[in-house]
């Protein structure tokens, strides 16, 4: 089957580090994330809690993206891939689409129960429910490694090394996410969105994950990319970034598909609802950004509007020595 057949209708063709794209699409809006190690182990915890809604009200990933991650990986019907914190499934059903066999680790039960129920049948899938640093993988074995919005949760002591001794020499690490954009566009309800978050919560306001214009990240991205953990570390701010992983990848590549996303008040709290960010709120906290994200789409009479860009860094696994 050819992969276009599973492009959806509004995706846009995807930026790189050396090609801008010009088109927009209607997407989610990036949303901000721990990044101590702490709470990277309590993942499961977090998005466990409210597997339902995470279900409902995040997206996947633009099917170009992971065209391009397939066809860098060369990895086409029966080729063995791994997936780390594959959540509800949104992307193992992408994966699954392609022919490929899939090991899927998750370590909220919850989540995977929501991941079994939806993929039956879909195919060759085996789940296994545990934290990726803790599972038993074999070496050598996978032509791609997987990960959606969820490398930034694994010890970064343990996951580039993990990742690198589970893939053959030569196979892809693949990892895809949601980065915010900062564009004109939007830039006006995103500053009262952040003034209303820097009043209710100054500490999580403070920790807020740096938006840029897509140029200046994909230039960003193009300056680390003798290091793919320093790439992402770049790209949401996370604390992520280890040396050792620049001794592991090579041939770091990253492709942005940016989208501009609008929202009802009701809508984009209930996206908070499923965020990291959201738990570290209090219940009156909670209510009041509810609240004020209800009195702005009031007063601006249309849809919240953000940007973001869906990103996709692949890196080479390097010839073991």
Aim: contains cysteine; proline residues 5%; positive net charge.
């Amino acid at each position: 089957m050819n992969h276009d057949d599973h492009r959806r209708a509004g995706d846009s063709e995807p930026a790189s580090i050396v090609r801008r794209a010009t088109k927009h699409v209607l997407g989610l809006p990036y949303v901000g994330v721990m990044t101590n190690r702490a709470g990277a182990r309590g993942y499961g915890t977090v998005f466990d809690q409210v597997a339902g809604q995470y279900d409902r009200h995040r997206p996947g990933y633009p099917e170009a993206l992971i065209d391009q991650a397939c066809e860098l990986a060369g990895a086409g019907p029966g080729a063995p891939v791994l997936e780390i914190g594959c959540g509800t499934g949104q992307l193992t059903r992408s994966l699954l689409r392609r022919g490929l066999r899939v090991t899927a680790i998750e370590p909220g039960g919850q989540l995977l129960a929501r991941a079994r129920d939806q993929l039956q049948g879909v195919g060759d899938v085996r789940f296994v429910n545990e934290r990726f640093e803790d599972a038993s993988l074999p070496c050598a074995h996978y032509q791609a490694v997987f990960c959606a919005s969820a490398i930034h949760w694994v010890d970064p002591d343990v996951s580039w090394r993990k990742t690198a001794d589970a893939l053959i020499d030569g196979g892809t690490l693949a990892l895809v996410s949601y980065f915010g954009l900062e564009e004109p566009r939007s830039s006006q309800d995103q500053q009262a969105l952040r003034a209303a978050m820097a009043r209710i919560a100054p500490a999580l306001a403070a920790a807020w994950p740096t938006y840029r214009e897509l140029d200046r990240m994909l230039a960003g991205a193009a300056a680390r990319r003798a290091n793919v953990s320093e790439v992402w570390a770049w790209l949401g701010s996370y604390d992520v970034a280890r040396g050792y992983a620049g001794r592991l990848f090579e041939h770091v590549r990253l492709a942005a598909v940016p989208r501009l996303i609008e929202k009802t008040a009701q809508e984009l709290n209930a996206l908070l609802g499923t965020t990291s960010f959201w738990t570290r709120l209090s219940p009156r906290q909670r209510n009041a950004l509810a609240a004020d994200n209800g009195v702005l789409y009031r007063q601006l009479g249309r849809p919240i509007r953000s940007s973001t860009a869906a990103c996709l860094v692949t890196a080479r696994r390097a010839p073991r020595t």
